[in-house]
Nanobody, 121 residues
Framework: QVQLVESGGGLVQAGGSLRLSCTASGRAFSNYAMGWFRQAPGKEREFVAAILSGGSTRYVDSVKGRFTISRDNAWNTLSLQMNSLKSEDTAIYYC???????????????RGQGTQVTVSS
């Protein structure tokens, strides 16, 4: 059984930075995508960023140039560096691994419980 544990969330002022981490116990999913999703209050969960099996990355337009996704070589730790944070980035952030389609939450094999990110304006 794979478990994902997110950390690094918190309260930050607009314009600030946070770094989220996600540690996976158990098997590594080097042939699948690893990704970050978020869900703001009253909104549907949305794709944020993913790193594909070959190492290429994908981002939702709203975070391009501000967020950077990375992972360690063992595919056990996924990170999301978030810079120039805005109030609209406030959400619960979830990591996921084993993704068959990088931007489809339901097609990830394993998903974390989430970490809260709050950006104050």
């Amino acid at each position: 059984q794979v478990q994902l544990v997110e950390s690094g969330g918190g309260l930050v002022q607009a314009g600030g930075s946070l770094r989220l981490s996600c540690t996976a116990s158990g098997r590594a999913f080097s042939n699948y995508a690893m990704g970050w999703f978020r869900q703001a209050p009253g909104k549907e969960r949305e794709f944020v960023a993913a790193i594909l099996s070959g190492g290429s990355t994908r981002y939702v337009d709203s975070v391009k140039g501000r967020f950077t996704i990375s992972r360690d070589n063992a595919w056990n730790t996924l990170s999301l560096q978030m810079n120039s944070l805005k109030s609209e980035d406030t959400a619960i952030y979830y990591c996921a691994t084993g993704g068959a389609i990088y931007n489809k939450w339901d097609l990830y094999a394993y998903r974390g419980q989430g970490t809260q990110v709050t950006v104050s304006s």
